[in-house]
């Protein structure tokens, strides 16, 4: 069972995001917007 775990990953494989995927991150993150009140964080979503 111990041989299954012993393979090592290549470490230079490049991941390439679909643009699709890029955008979609980028608009979620300008629509969020977080405040901290005191000792509480509050996270709220401009949609």
């Known amino acids: 069972m111990a041989k299954l775990y012993t393979k090592k990953k290549s470490a230079n494989s490049k991941l390439l995001p679909k643009k ?7 608009n979620y993150s300008k629509s969020m917007s977080a405040v901290k009140v005191g000792m509480m964080h509050f996270e709220f979503m401009a949609n």
Do not use: A, C, P, S
């Open 20 to 26: 699709q995927t890029i955008d979609f991150i980028l």
